[in-house]
């Protein structure tokens, strides 16, 4: 900018006559740079604002628009947070990107009887007295042919074997989980009646149990009282052969007879078995058909009014259960 009286120079190109007054073109001048100073003036009011905003701990006096009135595109609009619009996952500064770990698989089981199984077969079916046709199907059980199944007995009063038989073999199931086994029930009164006695069997032999005990009561005259194991005798009929397993379910009968004893309090049979509580037969379907060590006990006589109140006594259900799973701890070595 020139601060003397003397005309300026003249431009190229311009349009300025040099032959007027130089004051002439100075007013123009003048003019122009009046019609200029406003623009001026505003464009630096709005760079210190900006300034002023982007400062150190700055504030801008105007707050910005609400992020839902935000301009973003459907694809962003619909983003996951920690996602970006195409669905690519984000991380901070740091964070670690590995596919996090899977969760760690259940513990094996604990206790003497890791490892093993038991199938626990609770005798009869309370729904058997209502499909009586069912069960007295004949099958095969080697030696002969009998019934598919039978009601079981009752005490006086009308509580059923059935009844008796499911409730301690549940009480016998948590018993053994609690040693560590897997137990396997042969029903649990979920199917109308049943299972045959070839099913029973089947159950233990498909499960590869290395012990199974089936459930049950006695139901003969009153003044007979106590409880027996029946073992297998020694059967090769048909499909039955029993020669494998005679031996080892005579050594799991003795060690229920001696913990079952001692549990509950009551003596062996004082009407079979010559007081050992012991007793062969081969007339059972489910001990003639099984491949697995196996035995039935007779928990007591539900006829005779003395056994009776201790059968229908849950606290002597949970000894005659403690006393079943006592035996079959010990018959595995645990």
Same mark, same amino acid.
């Given at each position: 900018?020139?601060?003397?009286?003397?005309?300026?120079?003249?431009?190229?190109?311009?349009?300025?006559?040099?032959?007027?007054?130089?004051?002439?073109?100075?007013?123009?001048?003048?003019?122009?740079?009046?019609?200029?100073?406003?623009?001026?003036?505003?464009?630096?009011?709005?760079?210190?604002?900006?300034?002023?905003?982007?400062?150190?701990?700055?504030?801008?006096?105007?707050?910005?628009?609400?992020?839902?009135?935000?301009?973003?595109?459907?694809?962003?609009? !619909? +983003?996951?947070?920690?996602?970006? #619009? *195409? $669905?690519?996952?984000?991380?901070?500064? /740091?964070?670690?990107?590995?596919? &996090? %770990?899977?969760?760690?698989?259940?513990?094996?089981?604990?206790?003497?009887?890791?490892?093993?199984?038991?199938?626990?077969?609770?005798?009869?079916?309370?729904?058997?007295?209502?499909?009586?046709?069912?069960?007295?199907?004949?099958?095969?059980?080697?030696?002969?042919?009998?019934?598919?199944?039978?009601?079981?007995?009752?005490?006086?009063?009308?509580?059923?074997?059935?009844?008796?038989?499911?409730?301690?073999?549940?009480?016998?199931?948590?018993?053994?989980?609690?040693?560590?086994?897997?137990?396997?029930?042969?029903?649990?009164?979920?199917?109308?009646?049943?299972?045959?006695?070839?099913?029973?069997?089947?159950?233990?032999?498909?499960?590869?149990? !290395? +012990?199974?005990?089936?459930?049950? #009561? *006695? $139901?003969?005259?009153?003044?007979?009282? /106590?409880?027996?194991?029946?073992? &297998? %005798?020694?059967?090769?009929?048909?499909?039955?052969?029993?020669?494998?397993?005679?031996?080892?379910?005579?050594?799991?009968?003795?060690?229920?007879?001696?913990?079952?004893?001692?549990?509950?309090?009551?003596?062996?049979?004082?009407?079979?078995?010559?007081?050992?509580?012991?007793?062969?037969?081969?007339?059972?379907?489910?001990?003639?058909?099984?491949?697995?060590?196996?035995?039935?006990?007779?928990?007591?006589?539900?006829?005779?009014?003395?056994?009776?109140?201790?059968?229908?006594?849950?606290?002597?259900?949970?000894?005659?259960?403690?006393?079943?799973?006592?035996?079959?701890?010990?018959?595995?070595?645990?």
């Amino acid at each position: 900018m020139r601060y003397d009286n003397s005309p300026p120079p003249p431009e190229s190109g311009s349009s300025i006559d040099p032959h007027r007054p130089w004051f002439t073109r100075r007013s123009t001048l003048v003019v122009g740079v009046a019609a200029l100073a406003p623009a001026a003036l505003a464009g630096w009011v709005l760079t210190q604002a900006f300034a002023a905003g982007s400062g150190s701990g700055g504030q801008s006096r105007s707050a910005p628009p609400p992020a839902s009135h935000s301009p973003l595109s459907p694809g962003q609009r !619909d +983003a996951k947070p920690g996602s970006t #619009a *195409d $669905g690519s996952a984000t991380t901070s500064p /740091g964070a670690s990107t590995s596919t &996090p %770990a899977a969760a760690p698989a259940p513990a094996p089981a604990k206790g003497p009887l890791a490892g093993r199984t038991v199938v626990v077969d609770p005798g009869h079916n309370a729904g058997n007295f209502e499909h009586t046709e069912e069960i007295d199907q004949q099958v095969d059980i080697g030696t002969n042919r009998k019934e598919c199944d039978t009601t079981g007995t009752t005490t006086n009063a009308g509580y059923k074997e059935a009844d008796f038989t499911l409730d301690v073999s549940r009480r016998l199931r948590t018993a053994l989980e609690a040693q560590g086994a897997k137990v396997v029930l042969t029903h649990q009164a979920d199917r109308p009646w049943g299972p045959c006695i070839t099913e029973r069997a089947r159950i233990g032999n498909e499960a590869k149990a !290395d +012990a199974v005990v089936s459930v049950h #009561a *006695d $139901g003969v005259s009153a003044g007979n009282r /106590g409880f027996h194991i029946i073992l &297998p %005798a020694k059967v090769k009929s048909g499909a039955a052969d029993t020669a494998k397993i005679v031996e080892p379910s005579r050594q799991l009968g003795e060690r229920i007879a001696g913990n079952f004893a001692r549990t509950t309090g009551s003596a062996p049979a004082n009407y079979l078995g010559s007081g050992t509580g012991l007793v062969v037969r081969d007339d059972l379907g489910g001990l003639n058909l099984s491949t697995q060590p196996k035995v039935f006990i007779e928990c007591g006589n539900m006829r005779d009014a003395k056994d009776a109140a201790q059968l229908t006594s849950p606290e002597w259900r949970q000894k005659a259960a403690q006393g079943i799973a006592d035996g079959i701890v010990g018959f595995l070595g645990g």
